[in-house]
């Protein structure tokens, strides 16, 4: 322990504590051991260093102490820093005022911008797929009327049906996705399945900007239909990929193919998307899927001046309109199914078992 | 309170002793003006706090090195020092005010804050260190070299059979102190 030996003669060193026999031999160990030296002097350095430290820390002490004491005596007090938002104000009144005329110019900028751009949704060159029935079509199909009402109808008596359009489940349990316009104006609305059989419904959502409506079946004969066989699709679709869609532009439900075609709706509406297929008044409402069972978007319109143009809103709006529906809690319980069950399967199969959530919708 | 040079001179003297009387007086002189400098410049109690006693030390440190002749009366002194303190911290933080409001008469300080912020860094070194060292060892050290307390006494407070033990085994903690300070100071320095 040569290190720890000549670490004590040092401090022994500088304290003065050596016989002075011992610090002449110190000294001319020095002087004969540059090594050593080295070591007297770094040393010597540190422990300075640490006695400083030592100072610096006890001064520390007796500042702290002093001011709590006279913290306590009430010889100086803690001010309060001044309300700083109020100090802001003060400091950056101009900036903040032309800041604020700044961002009212430019709002005002923007939302003459937005008017001025917007399109018209509703233009004359687009046509709505919402089925009229006026009073002579109603008499041309006065057979499969008159059968229909065979059954039990739950139509209000003596109201022919206005208008209507194509709806369908998105939740087993009865609640189901149709158009705004389809549903708007109506005093009740009615749906039916494939099989004719009629429910009576509440409309629990509408937006007017997406075009969607929400119906929940609301009738003592309707029975869950459990898990749905297809899914809603929250992602995009490609373009060209093959489509298909079901809807009831007659008291029967009609198939029909296409392709997605665009991918943004009338005037590049960014919340819609266009298709290529053949859709006809009652289509409305209508799902579009995809091969695999998916649902990507629902029948809002046609071009009337062009042949098979058609827009439909993209599914993923249905999830932004559920958002919604689900700030009332009790439709807490609605439950989007997000994966198709019928993926394989070919287009018969697909549709056999797709056909029992697709509804017609009625306005009365 | 007024001071006239004399009394200012032996305040100093005081402060470089470590005198507890000098460092009340300077407390009760120049505190409250420090407060207001920091108050109205963005700064809370604490930052009063704070930099008041980062300048006192200053005081001290320069007090001590008997070098120091007060070209200024002491409070011009105290504010500037204060003043540079407050604005490198607001710097820092980068909440930088182009001007800081009050009085404007200030002597230059420069080269105090500058050997004050290095001997403040080193002294971080230090703590840095010495927290690194572990019992029991920090408590030896402390004992020794900064409590200065005997070897005899520490051996039998520390429970060493003899204050050559307790010598041997200063030393031993000395040389890792060493060891980790000046790692850390090269750490510092890259």
Redesign the interface.
């Known amino acids: ?1 040569q ?2 030996q000549l ?2 003669a040092i401090e022994r060193f500088l304290r003065g504590e050596m016989s002075p026999e011992e610090m002449a031999s110190f000294e001319q160990l020095r002087k004969s051991n540059p090594e050593v030296d080295e070591k007297v002097v770094e ?1 010597t350095m ?2 300075h ?12 002490g ?6 709590n ?2 913290l306590e005596s009430g ?8 309300a ?1 938002v109020i ?1 802001l104000w003060r400091k950056y009144k101009r900036v903040m005022a032309v800041a604020a005329s700044i961002a009212g110019i430019t709002t005002l900028l923007i939302a003459s911008m937005a008017t001025y751009y917007t399109q018209k949704k509703t233009a004359s060159d687009l046509q709505r797929l919402r089925g009229e029935y006026k009073s002579e079509i109603t008499k041309k199909t006065n057979e499969v009327i008159n059968k229909v009402q065979e059954r039990i109808t739950k139509a209000p008596e003596n109201t022919p049906v206005r208008f209507g359009g194509t709806g369908f489940l998105i939740d087993g349990k009865g609640y189901i996705a149709t158009d705004e316009h389809v549903v708007n104006g109506a005093s009740s609305v009615v749906v039916q399945n494939s099989k004719g059989q009629e429910f009576r419904t509440r409309i629990i959502y509408t937006n007017k900007e997406t075009d969607l409506a929400i119906l929940k079946i609301e009738d003592d004969d309707f029975r869950s239909v459990g898990p749905l066989p297809y899914g809603i699709r929250k992602s995009g679709t490609d373009l060209g990929e093959p489509l298909f869609i079901l809807g009831f532009p007659r008291e029967e439900i009609v198939y029909n193919e296409g392709y997605m075609s665009a991918k943004t709706g009338y005037n590049g509406d960014t919340l819609s998307f266009q298709l290529g297929v053949s859709a006809n008044p009652g289509n409305s409402g209508g799902p579009v899927f995809n091969k695999n069972g998916e649902v990507v978007g629902v029948i809002t319109a046609r071009q009337t001046q062009a042949v098979g143009v058609v827009f439909a809103v993209s599914s993923k709006n249905i999830f932004r309109s559920l958002e919604d529906v689900k700030k009332d809690t009790s439709f807490q319980n609605i439950r989007l199914t997000l994966y198709s069950s019928i993926k394989n399967l070919d287009r018969v199969q697909q549709i056999k078992k797709i056909e029992e959530g697709v509804f017609m919708v009625k306005c009365y | 309170m007024k001071t006239d040079s004399t009394d200012e001179k032996a305040l100093l003297k005081g402060l470089a002793i470590n005198d507890r009387k000098s460092v009340e007086t300077i407390y009760k002189l120049y505190y409250n003006m420090v407060q207001t400098l920091i108050i109205n410049n963005n700064g809370s109690a604490d930052d009063a706090r704070d930099i008041f006693q980062e300048t006192v030390i200053v005081l001290y440190e320069k007090a001590k090195s008997g070098s120091f002749e007060l070209t200024a009366q002491l409070k011009t002194y105290v504010y500037s020092v204060s003043r540079r303190l407050w604005l490198k911290k607001l710097q820092q933080q980068q909440k930088y005010l182009p001007n800081v409001a009050g009085l404007d008469e200030t002597v230059p300080v420069d080269e105090e804050i500058e050997s004050h912020g290095q001997r403040n860094s080193e002294f971080q070194m230090m703590e840095k260190a010495l927290l690194h060292l572990g019992e029991p060892c920090r408590s030896l050290i402390e004992a020794f070299y900064l409590q200065k307390r005997s070897m005899t006494e520490i051996a039998g407070h520390f429970g060493y059979t003899n204050a050559d033990n307790a010598k041997n085994q200063k030393y031993k903690c000395l040389m890792r102190l060493r060891k980790l300070f000046f790692a850390e100071f090269k750490n510092n320095d890259v």
């Open positions: 322990m290190d720890l670490l004590d040393h540190f422990l260093q640490i006695d400083q430290f030592s100072e610096w820390k006890s001064f520390k007796t500042l702290h102490d002093v001011h004491q006279l010889d100086i007090t803690e001010e309060a820093p001044r700083s100090q």
